[in-house]
């Protein structure tokens, strides 16, 4: 019996932080309810708070005003609909072993790590994405390190399920020799 592999990775939705302040602000609503149907019904002592809050709003008329801050809303709240249900943002690279994955950073750490290890490399840098990495190492005048560079790295990023395309930038600094 073989087991299925793990869906791919995914970090939570960009809007995930709306969801969080939606659940406080609920929550805080709740407890104010609660504490006004206490007040009503004399387990607690105090007047309410909310049924004067919504009596201010009695006798409001419709306006231009309302119209506009009723559709902002109306807009807003579709556009975060929208960004919830769209597509999740994946941030892990799968591995030729099923199931296993590295995250983006990772990947963009592992190939500074390598080309770190390159003779006449002073420092690396790099960024990654889910198809490509680049790499911006600096070295001496004279030493071109480039293709060493781009060899070993594509080297480390052998066991990605999917090659990605490695470009190095070689910067040259002057020193002594």
């Given at each position: 019996m073989s087991i299925a592999p793990a869906p791919p990775a995914t970090r939570a939705g960009r809007v995930g932080w709306v969801g969080v302040v939606l659940a406080a602000l609920v929550v805080a609503l709740g407890v104010l309810v609660i504490r006004d149907a206490l007040v009503i019904d004399g387990r607690i002592d105090g007047s309410t708070w909310l049924v004067p809050l919504v009596d201010s709003?009695?006798?409001?008329?419709?306006?231009?005003?309302?119209?506009?801050?009723?559709?902002?809303?109306?807009?807003?709240?579709?556009?975060l609909v929208v960004v919830a249900l769209g597509r999740r943002v994946r941030n892990?690279?799968?591995?030729?072993?099923?199931?296993?994955?590295?995250?983006?950073a990772d990947v963009a750490r592992l190939a500074a790590a390598a080309a770190e290890s390159v003779p006449y490399v002073l420092s690396a840098e790099s960024s990654a994405r889910r198809?490509?990495?680049?790499?911006?190492?600096?070295s001496l005048e004279g030493d071109d390190v480039a293709d060493e560079v781009r060899a070993l790295v594509e080297q480390r990023l052998a066991r990605l399920a999917t090659p990605m395309t490695v470009r190095v930038e070689n910067r040259h600094v002057a020193g002594l020799r």
């Open positions: 709003t009695d006798g409001v008329e419709p306006s231009p005003a309302l119209t506009a801050i009723g559709c902002v809303v109306a807009l807003l709240g579709l556009w892990r690279l799968p591995l030729d072993v099923p199931g296993a994955s590295i995250g983006i198809t490509s990495v680049k790499v911006t190492v600096t």
